[in-house]
T-cell receptor
Framework: AQSVTQPDIHITVSEGASLELRCNYS??????LFWYVQSPGQGLQLLLK??????LVQGIKGFEAEFKRSQSSFNLRKPSVHWSDAAEYFC????????????FGRGTSLIVHP | GAGVSQSPSNKVTEKGKDVELRCDPI?????LYWYRQSLGQGLEFLIY????????KSGLPSDRFSAERTGGSVSTLTIQRTQQEDSAVYLC???????????????FGPGTRLLVL
Protein backbone atom coordinates (compact mmCIF):
# COMPACT_ATOMS: atom_id res chain seq x y z
CA ALA A 1 0.00 0.00 0.00
CA GLN A 2 1.15 3.50 -0.74
CA SER A 3 1.53 6.33 1.78
CA VAL A 4 2.25 10.05 1.67
CA THR A 5 3.89 12.30 4.24
CA GLN A 6 3.71 16.07 4.22
CA PRO A 7 5.98 16.99 7.13
CA ASP A 8 4.94 20.63 7.40
CA ILE A 9 1.46 21.38 8.72
CA HIS A 10 1.87 25.14 8.25
CA ILE A 11 4.28 27.22 6.18
CA THR A 12 4.48 31.00 6.41
CA VAL A 13 6.21 33.04 3.72
CA SER A 14 6.34 36.66 2.73
CA GLU A 15 4.84 37.73 -0.55
CA GLY A 16 7.49 37.57 -3.25
CA ALA A 17 9.57 34.99 -1.44
CA SER A 18 10.27 31.54 -2.83
CA LEU A 19 8.35 28.52 -1.65
CA GLU A 20 9.03 24.82 -1.26
CA LEU A 21 6.45 22.39 0.12
CA ARG A 22 7.70 18.93 0.99
CA CYS A 23 6.14 15.61 0.08
CA ASN A 24 7.55 12.16 0.70
CA TYR A 25 5.88 9.01 -0.53
CA SER A 26 6.16 5.30 -0.02
CA UNK A 27 5.34 2.95 -2.87
CA UNK A 28 7.07 -0.12 -4.25
CA UNK A 29 6.97 0.82 -7.90
CA UNK A 30 6.98 4.05 -9.87
CA UNK A 31 4.10 6.05 -8.47
CA UNK A 32 1.72 8.51 -10.00
CA LEU A 33 2.22 11.75 -8.07
CA PHE A 34 -0.09 14.75 -7.79
CA TRP A 35 -0.27 18.12 -6.13
CA TYR A 36 -3.69 19.64 -5.49
CA VAL A 37 -4.58 23.04 -4.05
CA GLN A 38 -7.65 23.84 -1.97
CA SER A 39 -8.63 27.47 -1.57
CA PRO A 40 -10.85 28.36 1.41
CA GLY A 41 -14.35 27.03 0.95
CA GLN A 42 -13.50 25.28 -2.29
CA GLY A 43 -12.82 21.79 -3.50
CA LEU A 44 -9.39 20.59 -4.57
CA GLN A 45 -7.90 21.62 -7.91
CA LEU A 46 -5.04 19.87 -9.68
CA LEU A 47 -1.79 21.88 -9.82
CA LEU A 48 0.39 19.30 -11.55
CA LYS A 49 1.09 15.61 -11.86
CA UNK A 50 3.95 13.24 -12.63
CA UNK A 51 3.67 9.89 -14.34
CA UNK A 52 6.99 9.31 -16.09
CA UNK A 53 9.64 11.04 -18.16
CA UNK A 54 11.06 14.41 -17.24
CA UNK A 55 11.33 14.56 -13.47
CA LEU A 56 10.69 18.30 -13.36
CA VAL A 57 7.02 18.96 -13.92
CA GLN A 58 5.44 22.32 -14.65
CA GLY A 59 1.98 23.12 -13.45
CA ILE A 60 -0.54 25.90 -13.33
CA LYS A 61 -0.14 29.19 -11.48
CA GLY A 62 3.65 29.12 -11.85
CA PHE A 63 4.19 26.02 -9.73
CA GLU A 64 6.63 23.21 -10.46
CA ALA A 65 7.59 19.98 -8.75
CA GLU A 66 10.54 17.65 -9.00
CA PHE A 67 10.36 13.88 -8.66
CA LYS A 68 13.41 12.46 -6.90
CA ARG A 69 13.28 8.69 -6.81
CA SER A 70 16.35 8.37 -4.60
CA GLN A 71 14.71 10.51 -1.93
CA SER A 72 11.13 9.31 -2.51
CA SER A 73 10.16 12.95 -2.74
CA PHE A 74 7.98 15.15 -4.90
CA ASN A 75 8.44 18.67 -3.54
CA LEU A 76 6.41 21.58 -4.84
CA ARG A 77 8.12 24.87 -5.59
CA LYS A 78 7.31 28.38 -6.69
CA PRO A 79 9.96 31.09 -7.19
CA SER A 80 7.81 34.02 -6.07
CA VAL A 81 4.68 33.61 -3.97
CA HIS A 82 1.62 35.80 -4.42
CA TRP A 83 -0.92 36.58 -1.71
CA SER A 84 -3.51 34.61 -3.69
CA ASP A 85 -1.43 31.45 -3.23
CA ALA A 86 -2.55 31.23 0.40
CA ALA A 87 -4.37 27.90 0.52
CA GLU A 88 -4.10 24.27 1.59
CA TYR A 89 -1.84 22.09 -0.54
CA PHE A 90 -2.20 18.33 -0.80
CA CYS A 91 0.24 15.82 -2.20
CA UNK A 92 -1.23 12.54 -3.43
CA UNK A 93 0.10 9.26 -4.75
CA UNK A 94 -1.73 6.91 -7.08
CA UNK A 95 -0.81 3.29 -7.56
CA UNK A 96 0.34 2.11 -10.96
CA UNK A 97 -1.31 -1.23 -10.34
CA UNK A 98 -4.05 -2.57 -8.13
CA UNK A 99 -5.90 0.06 -6.12
CA UNK A 100 -7.65 2.84 -7.99
CA UNK A 101 -7.87 4.92 -4.86
CA UNK A 102 -5.17 7.56 -4.43
CA UNK A 103 -3.68 8.32 -1.05
CA PHE A 104 -3.58 11.94 0.06
CA GLY A 105 -1.23 13.57 2.51
CA ARG A 106 -2.59 15.55 5.44
CA GLY A 107 -1.96 18.82 3.67
CA THR A 108 0.19 21.89 4.23
CA SER A 109 -1.44 25.20 4.98
CA LEU A 110 0.34 28.10 3.27
CA ILE A 111 0.12 31.51 4.90
CA VAL A 112 1.36 34.49 2.90
CA HIS A 113 2.36 37.67 4.67
CA PRO A 114 2.23 40.98 2.77
CA GLY B 1 -18.56 22.52 -19.13
CA ALA B 2 -20.03 22.12 -15.70
CA GLY B 3 -17.84 20.79 -12.95
CA VAL B 4 -18.73 18.56 -10.04
CA SER B 5 -21.56 19.96 -7.97
CA GLN B 6 -22.61 19.06 -4.45
CA SER B 7 -25.66 19.90 -2.41
CA PRO B 8 -26.38 21.19 0.06
CA SER B 9 -23.40 23.48 0.57
CA ASN B 10 -23.98 23.48 4.30
CA LYS B 11 -26.03 21.23 6.52
CA VAL B 12 -26.74 21.63 10.21
CA THR B 13 -28.49 18.74 11.88
CA GLU B 14 -29.21 17.41 15.32
CA LYS B 15 -27.52 14.36 16.73
CA GLY B 16 -29.44 11.23 15.83
CA LYS B 17 -30.98 12.58 12.63
CA ASP B 18 -30.29 11.14 9.18
CA VAL B 19 -28.73 13.25 6.43
CA GLU B 20 -28.35 12.85 2.68
CA LEU B 21 -25.59 14.51 0.71
CA ARG B 22 -25.76 14.70 -3.06
CA CYS B 23 -23.07 14.71 -5.73
CA ASP B 24 -23.45 15.42 -9.44
CA PRO B 25 -20.27 14.34 -11.24
CA ILE B 26 -18.96 15.66 -14.52
CA UNK B 27 -21.00 14.24 -17.37
CA UNK B 28 -19.37 11.14 -18.82
CA UNK B 29 -17.14 10.45 -15.82
CA UNK B 30 -17.58 6.87 -14.75
CA UNK B 31 -15.48 7.00 -11.58
CA LEU B 32 -16.81 8.74 -8.47
CA TYR B 33 -15.23 9.08 -5.04
CA TRP B 34 -16.45 10.33 -1.66
CA TYR B 35 -14.01 11.70 0.91
CA ARG B 36 -14.34 13.16 4.38
CA GLN B 37 -12.18 16.08 5.47
CA SER B 38 -12.14 16.80 9.16
CA LEU B 39 -10.61 19.94 10.64
CA GLY B 40 -6.84 19.76 10.39
CA GLN B 41 -6.95 16.35 8.76
CA GLY B 42 -6.28 15.21 5.26
CA LEU B 43 -8.74 13.52 2.99
CA GLU B 44 -10.20 10.32 4.34
CA PHE B 45 -11.41 8.01 1.57
CA LEU B 46 -14.96 6.74 2.07
CA ILE B 47 -16.25 4.99 -1.04
CA TYR B 48 -15.47 4.56 -4.76
CA UNK B 49 -17.80 3.82 -7.66
CA UNK B 50 -16.59 2.74 -11.11
CA UNK B 51 -19.19 2.25 -13.79
CA UNK B 52 -21.49 -0.67 -13.07
CA UNK B 53 -18.99 -2.47 -10.86
CA UNK B 54 -19.65 -3.11 -7.20
CA UNK B 55 -18.48 -0.08 -5.20
CA UNK B 56 -15.39 -0.18 -3.02
CA LYS B 57 -16.81 0.54 0.43
CA SER B 58 -13.61 -0.14 2.32
CA GLY B 59 -13.35 3.40 3.68
CA LEU B 60 -16.80 3.71 5.23
CA PRO B 61 -16.21 4.24 8.98
CA SER B 62 -19.33 2.48 10.22
CA ASP B 63 -22.55 0.89 9.06
CA ARG B 64 -24.29 4.23 9.62
CA PHE B 65 -22.68 5.38 6.37
CA SER B 66 -23.93 4.25 2.99
CA ALA B 67 -23.87 5.53 -0.56
CA GLU B 68 -25.51 4.78 -3.83
CA ARG B 69 -25.07 5.89 -7.39
CA THR B 70 -28.10 5.88 -9.62
CA GLY B 71 -27.84 5.42 -13.35
CA GLY B 72 -24.09 5.72 -13.21
CA SER B 73 -24.34 9.42 -12.54
CA VAL B 74 -25.69 11.14 -9.42
CA SER B 75 -24.54 9.79 -6.07
CA THR B 76 -26.03 10.16 -2.62
CA LEU B 77 -24.11 9.66 0.62
CA THR B 78 -26.38 8.89 3.55
CA ILE B 79 -25.40 9.12 7.20
CA GLN B 80 -27.88 7.60 9.60
CA ARG B 81 -28.22 8.51 13.27
CA THR B 82 -25.61 11.26 12.95
CA GLN B 83 -23.06 11.77 15.71
CA GLN B 84 -21.08 14.88 16.57
CA GLU B 85 -17.90 13.25 15.29
CA ASP B 86 -19.52 13.09 11.84
CA SER B 87 -19.10 16.88 11.58
CA ALA B 88 -16.76 17.46 8.66
CA VAL B 89 -16.59 18.54 5.04
CA TYR B 90 -17.70 15.81 2.68
CA LEU B 91 -16.04 16.03 -0.71
CA CYS B 92 -17.05 14.29 -3.89
CA UNK B 93 -14.74 13.81 -6.86
CA UNK B 94 -15.11 12.28 -10.28
CA UNK B 95 -12.68 11.14 -12.94
CA UNK B 96 -13.06 9.81 -16.48
CA UNK B 97 -12.51 6.20 -15.41
CA UNK B 98 -11.04 5.32 -18.79
CA UNK B 99 -7.32 5.00 -18.17
CA UNK B 100 -7.10 3.36 -14.81
CA UNK B 101 -7.83 5.08 -11.56
CA UNK B 102 -4.33 5.43 -10.21
CA UNK B 103 -3.21 7.89 -12.85
CA UNK B 104 -6.37 9.86 -13.32
CA UNK B 105 -6.85 13.45 -12.28
CA UNK B 106 -9.73 13.83 -9.87
CA UNK B 107 -12.16 16.72 -10.24
CA PHE B 108 -13.56 17.81 -6.93
CA GLY B 109 -16.80 19.45 -5.96
CA PRO B 110 -16.88 22.31 -3.43
CA GLY B 111 -17.98 20.00 -0.64
CA THR B 112 -20.82 19.84 1.86
CA ARG B 113 -20.06 21.21 5.31
CA LEU B 114 -21.90 19.09 7.84
CA LEU B 115 -22.35 20.23 11.42
CA VAL B 116 -23.98 17.86 13.88
CA LEU B 117 -25.19 19.58 17.04
Amino acid sequence: AQSVTQPDIHITVSEGASLELRCNYSYGATPYLFWYVQSPGQGLQLLLKYFSGDTLVQGIKGFEAEFKRSQSSFNLRKPSVHWSDAAEYFCAVGASGGSYIPTFGRGTSLIVHP
Amino acid sequence: GAGVSQSPSNKVTEKGKDVELRCDPISGHTALYWYRQSLGQGLEFLIYFQGNSAPDKSGLPSDRFSAERTGGSVSTLTIQRTQQEDSAVYLCASSPGASGGGQETQYFGPGTRLLVL
